[in-house]
């Protein structure tokens, strides 16, 4: 096999949907050619990065180390086959200055990612349920209990319980929501004129950005105010609470007491 039909191949290998013959044939070239090994070990390595970067917080500052020091170990390494160290110097230099240029870049869509793949789709439940109540000819009795399928998923798959009012807030109805393909108990409060949804469910499957960390009578939480919405997330165990209200100025921490851990 050439170098020019293992690259070929190569993207193939690393997203692992290459036949078995195909890897086999790349992985014995691979270990008899230093330069298709090195590309294939940043390709694979970058790929990583990405996919690490769109679901887990940022590291920013180790992974640049990591990649330098790799630059620095095949300097050292290979330094002595060449007669033009300054210029080599020069192509490893424009390299790392390539690869930061890329980390700062696939920073700033994983983050952007993590936060639209997170907010929209809780943004958009709570916006529905909003419209409702605002078109009802009949306002909701707030007080409202919850719904029996709803407690009885709560109590049944999740360790919280649920207040039907607490100061300043009162329940006007729940239901059974999915949300990022994940089933969610989705209690709707009023506090005065301004609603607050509330997402009860696992944290399986969501993508939980990094939005500012606040802490909260000792619980920790984290925020995030967007064009249209407050959003606030935190975790009872292993249950996941999303808040979410359009009204921008409402102190979202005082409907937390609303659920609580068993």
């Known amino acids: 096999m050439t170098c020019e039909e293992a690259l070929r191949r190569l993207y193939d290998v690393i997203d692992k949907e290459a036949?078995?013959?195909?890897?086999?044939?790349?992985?014995?070239?691979?270990?008899?050619?230093?330069?298709?090994?090195?590309?294939?070990?940043?390709?694979?390595?970058?790929?990583?990065?990405i996919r690490d970067k769109a679901l887990s917080?940022?590291?920013?500052?180790?992974?640049?180390?990591?990649?330098?020091?790799?630059?620095?170990?095949?300097?050292?390494?290979?330094?002595?086959?060449?007669?033009?160290?300054?210029?080599?110097?020069?192509?490893?230099?424009?390299?790392?200055?390539?690869?930061?240029?890329?980390?700062?870049?696939?920073?700033?869509?994983?983050?952007?990612?993590?936060?639209?793949?997170?907010?929209?789709?809780?943004?958009?439940s709570h916006m529905a349920g909003l419209q409702t109540y605002q078109t009802q000819s009949t306002p909701v009795r707030a007080g409202n209990p919850c719904a029996p399928e709803v407690l009885t998923f709560i109590e049944g798959y999740l360790p919280a319980g649920v207040q039907d009012s607490i100061p300043g807030y009162a329940m006007i109805g729940s239901c059974?929501?999915?949300?990022?393909?994940?089933?969610?108990?989705?209690?709707?409060y009023v506090a005065g004129e301004s609603m607050v949804s509330l997402f009860v469910g696992s944290p399986d499957g969501v993508n939980l950005p990094d939005f500012e960390r606040v802490e909260v009578g000792g619980q920790e939480c984290y925020r995030y105010v967007c064009k249209n919405c407050q959003l606030m997330y935190w975790m009872i165990g292993n249950t996941l609470i999303v808040a979410v209200s359009e009204d921008k100025s409402l102190p979202l921490p005082e409907i937390m007491p609303a659920v609580s851990a068993i």
């Open 19 to 49: 036949d078995e013959i195909d890897v086999k044939e790349v992985q014995e070239h691979l270990a008899h050619c230093e330069n298709c090994m090195a590309r294939y070990e940043f390709e694979a390595m970058f790929k990583t990065f």
């Open 57 to 124: 917080t940022p590291k920013s500052d180790q992974l640049k180390n990591r990649i330098l020091t790799r630059i620095e170990d095949a300097e050292r390494s290979r330094g002595r086959f060449f007669k033009r160290p300054f210029r080599y110097q020069a192509v490893i230099v424009a390299a790392a200055a390539a690869l930061v240029l890329c980390i700062v870049a696939a920073f700033s869509v994983a983050g952007y990612y993590r936060q639209r793949a997170f907010i929209q789709p809780f943004e958009d």
């Open 176 to 188: 059974l929501d999915v949300i990022q393909d994940v089933k969610f108990a989705h209690l709707s």
